[in-house]
Every structure is written in structure tokens, then in C-alpha cells.
């Protein structure tokens, strides 16, 4: 699996800018990437040195949509994801703003 099929995007949220701060950076990762994949792909992406990789499934969330023909709601689900939370080395650092 090639470092471009591993990482997706970057999150970013008021949470994940704060991490930043802190050297840990949020990426959407593919579902069947394991740690090891995850370290590899961010090193050789952004030329950084990757101390610790933790990873989590995201659920999908339900949403109800209602149609206008009918007074029905139809419940559906958002997509499951997967989210990597990588920790850099000291004095190491990803631009996520210049790189999209």
C-alpha cells in the first residue's frame, strides 16, 4: 500500500488545531491501515519523525431526512471512518494549511 493510499486528509477542527500546538496531528486514514502503515506513510510524506501513531473507528452517525411527497423520515447513516492521531518528535513540524 503506497503512503497516498494510506492518508486521506487532514482533520482539522478547533480540537485538532489545539493539538497542533502540542505536535500531534489528525489524519482520515484508510480502513485497512494498521500503525505500522500509518508511521511510514506520514514520514515519507511530510519528512518528519513519527514517535507514536494512535488509532481509532469513528461510527457512522444516523441522520433522518424527511421527504416532501410524504410526511415520512427515512433514517440513514453517514459513513464509518477511520482517525489517526500521529505525535511528532521534538522540533519537528507538518504545515497542514500549505500543503492543501
Known amino acids: 500500500m503506497d503512503f497516498q493510499d494510506v492518508l486521506r486528509?487532514?482533520?482539522?477542527?478547533?480540537?485538532?488545531?489545539?493539538?497542533?500546538e502540542l505536535g500531534q496531528y489528525t489524519f482520515v486514514v484508510a480502513r485497512d491501515a494498521?500503525?505500522?502503515?500509518?508511521?511510514d506513510a506520514v514520514e515519507r510524506a511530510f519528512n518528519v519523525e513519527?514517535?507514536?501513531?494512535?488509532?481509532?473507528?469513528?461510527?457512522?452517525?444516523?441522520r433522518r431526512r424527511s421527504s416532501k411527497q410524504s410526511r415520512?423520515?427515512?433514517v440513514g447513516r453517514t459513513p464509518s471512518w477511520k482517525k489517526a492521531i500521529?505525535?511528532?518528535?521534538e522540533g519537528h513540524s507538518i504545515d497542514i494549511f500549505g500543503q492543501m
Open 72 to 74: 415520512r423520515q427515512s
Open 50 to 62: 513519527v514517535l507514536a501513531v494512535n488509532v481509532m473507528n469513528v461510527r457512522g452517525k444516523e
Open 86 to 89: 500521529v505525535t511528532l518528535a
Open 9 to 20: 486528509r487532514p482533520v482539522i477542527t478547533e480540537k485538532n488545531t489545539m493539538l497542533m
Open 34 to 39: 494498521n500503525k505500522i502503515q500509518i508511521k
